[in-house]
């Protein structure tokens, strides 16, 4: 596995290990073990999510701002433009974007640690995403950052408007968002890492 570091260091790109033949490929998708070992990504996974989507629609910029999830997020199929935005109040990055495509065929992982907000657009025909997460899905604790906030100027790769959610349209701009303390974030990270630290 290679561990890329993106312009918000904390964002990282997994790269796995494929073996191809003429029969097709394996490669292992996750590995706790050389996770924690190699991106220093040691926090229990409790929920896979899997959705499907056309060309051009977005998704995001979500993010919950109680029960903060970190999210190990890879497409299956087609490709997608995938985007973090650091709202980390106490971050040099606060405000800042990384985006990354992934696809089907480059195989590669994006892990948002939480205290991000995660969005993504699909450019092929269709696309198919799946995402770890490190905390369960609580809606009443979810927000939505306007994809297109011109404070964030995300160069989203589209020429046409995008397929959004009524929730989606309604996302607010990062100068009227809620955001995260410090405490707000790391707290399950280090709860997290301290109970994988003792069953090992």
């Known amino acids: 596995m290679k561990v890329i570091q993106t312009e918000i260091p904390d964002v990282l790109i997994i790269e796995p290990r494929v073996f191809e033949d003429e029969r097709g490929f394996f490669y292992e998708s996750y590995n706790e073990q050389v ?12 929920q896979d999510n899997h959705s499907r989507s056309t060309q051009n629609v977005l998704r995001g910029l979500h993010y919950q701002i109680k029960q903060p999830q970190g999210k190990l997020v890879r497409v299956v199929l087609g490709e997608v433009f995938d985007v973090a935005v650091d709202l980390r109040a106490n971050s040099k990055y606060f405000g800042q974007w990384v985006g990354v495509h992934l696809n089907a065929k480059n195989k590669q992982q994006l892990w948002i640690p939480a205290g991000f907000a995660h969005g993504f657009l699909v450019v092929s025909e269709y696309a198919e995403v799946l995402y ?3 905390n369960y899905y609580a809606p009443e604790h979810e927000r939505s950052l306007l994809w297109s906030d011109p404070d964030l100027a995300i160069a989203w790769p589209i020429k046409v408007e995008p397929i959004l959610s009524t929730k989606d349209r309604a996302g607010k701009r990062l100068k009227e968002a809620e ?9 399950k990270q280090v709860s997290a890492r301290t109970e994988l630290v003792m069953n090992l």
């Open 35 to 46: 996770l924690r070992e190699k991106a220093s990504v040691a926090l229990h996974f409790v």
């Open 132 to 134: 770890k997460t490190t």
């Open 179 to 187: 955001v995260f303390a410090e405490s707000e974030y790391t707290c």
